[in-house]
């Protein structure tokens, strides 16, 4: 008996040909259909199943997101919230590039493929990052909201006060 599986390229380019191979394997089963998705590391696997959380963002373009590059790159690049380098990667737009930026920023750490259990550190929550979500949700782009809350003087603020703040910076300028 065989199985298919999809995976991405980064895998297929650690893979060689005739000798044994081990991947790790995560399975989504649908009404129609049962899928196997193969990666070459616990971590890039781990990253696929981050990212299909992110709301828009399903097994095939997770693929084509850990194709174009490697999970600790595109950490670095959440990191960084360098939207210009995800929009390389085939099927991300501008848009889709900021939704992983302020989604997966709480999910990767500080690590090598930035993922808890990858000897990354998940960043606790906080009253900026929730201001910047909540600045997002409310329709600002994501560069806005992180610079008007960024400019915000911040002892012990709560997410609400930023909000506010912010709110009323954007509004004056």
């Known amino acids: 008996m065989g199985y298919e599986l999809e ?3 980064s895998t297929f380019y650690k893979v060689t040909l005739g000798a044994p ?3 790790f ?3 989504v089963v649908r009404e129609d259909a049962h899928l196997l998705y193969g990666f070459a590391s616990r971590e890039e696997r781990d990253m696929f199943r981050s990212l299909i959380k992110v709301n828009g963002i399903g097994p095939k373009l997770a693929l084509a997101i850990l194709s174009g590059m490697e999970a ?7 990191r960084q919230s360098d ?5 390389r990667i085939p099927g991300v737009g501008k848009k889709t590039a900021e939704r992983l930026v302020i989604e997966m920023r709480d999910r990767v750490g500080d690590g090598p493929a930035g993922l808890p259990g990858a000897g990354g550190i998940t960043l606790p929550a906080s009253p900026e990052r ?3 979500t909540a600045l997002i949700a409310l ?3 994501a560069v806005e909201a992180e610079r008007a ?8 603020a709560s997410a609400e006060d930023l909000i506010r703040q912010a709110l009323k910076g954007m509004v004056k300028a």
């Open 7 to 9: 995976a991405p390229m």
């Open 130 to 132: 929730d201001a910047v």
């Open 25 to 27: 394997v995560h399975q």
């Open 139 to 141: 329709g600002y782009k």
């Open 21 to 23: 191979v081990t991947l």
């Open 149 to 156: 809350v960024g400019k915000l003087v911040k002892d012990n």
């Open 83 to 87: 939207i210009a380098t995800l929009t």
């Open 72 to 78: 600790d790159a595109f950490a670095a690049c959440v």
